[in-house]
């Protein structure tokens, strides 16, 4: 079928909070500690800068561009801001007010797939999709699960974006809970 997303694919990622109002996943910033590339949040428009909300889907089990993305997988998401934005990875712990909702660590992207063992790797996990064939389509809604440590949490908006995050809407982290309420860690897939 033409939806199911293949490695190699351009993505959008919208956050379920508050009926799908958290926005899309993006880069802003530069980042300021070494091995990191930008800082990450989410923006009202999945094209707020130029690739800045947009991911390229890469394997990290060494699957070939082109083959079906299968719900479990082990996955790579290189931003796209300038042409290379950088890799999502888990940097840093979560803030204060995110550790009192469960929050584990903070995330940014990095200048490599793997900053650190796991850091940038994520397991992805869609909820359903039609027909159940294990693949993941584009529309469907998935869970990102890092794992840095064995466990480094699932992807969560939590709290507002302020700081260096100035300008986006919602921060982003990793959570012990799945979706720990009000569905933001349910991020939906759009074609980029």
């Known amino acids: ?112 797939k793997d900053r650190t063992p796991g850091s940038g790797r994520w397991r992805i996990f869609a909820q359903t999709s039609t027909p159940f064939d294990q693949n993941v389509r584009v529309g469907d809604v998935v869970h990102l699960w890092n794992t840095y440590d064995d466990n480094g949490g699932f992807l969560e908006t939590n709290q507002n974006a302020a700081g260096v995050k100035q300008g986006g809407k919602l921060d982003v982290c990793t959570n012990a809970y799945f979706n720990r309420g009000g569905d933001v860690a349910d991020w939906k897939i759009h074609k980029g």
């Open 1 to 112: 079928m033409a939806n199911e997303l293949k490695y190699g694919d351009q993505i959008h990622l919208q956050n379920g909070y508050n009926g799908w109002q958290g926005g899309y996943l993006d880069t802003l910033n530069n980042h300021t500690s070494a091995g990191l590339k930008h800082y990450v949040a989410t923006a009202d428009s999945p094209t707020r800068g130029t690739g800045t909300g947009t991911w390229e889907i890469v394997s990290a089990s060494g699957k070939a561009a082109g083959q079906p993305v299968l719900s479990g997988d082990l996955v790579h998401l290189r931003n796209l801001y300038v042409g290379d934005g950088g890799y999502l990875d888990t940097a840093d712990h979560a803030t204060t007010a995110q550790k009192g909702g469960g929050g584990k660590y903070a995330v940014a992207t990095a200048q490599s």
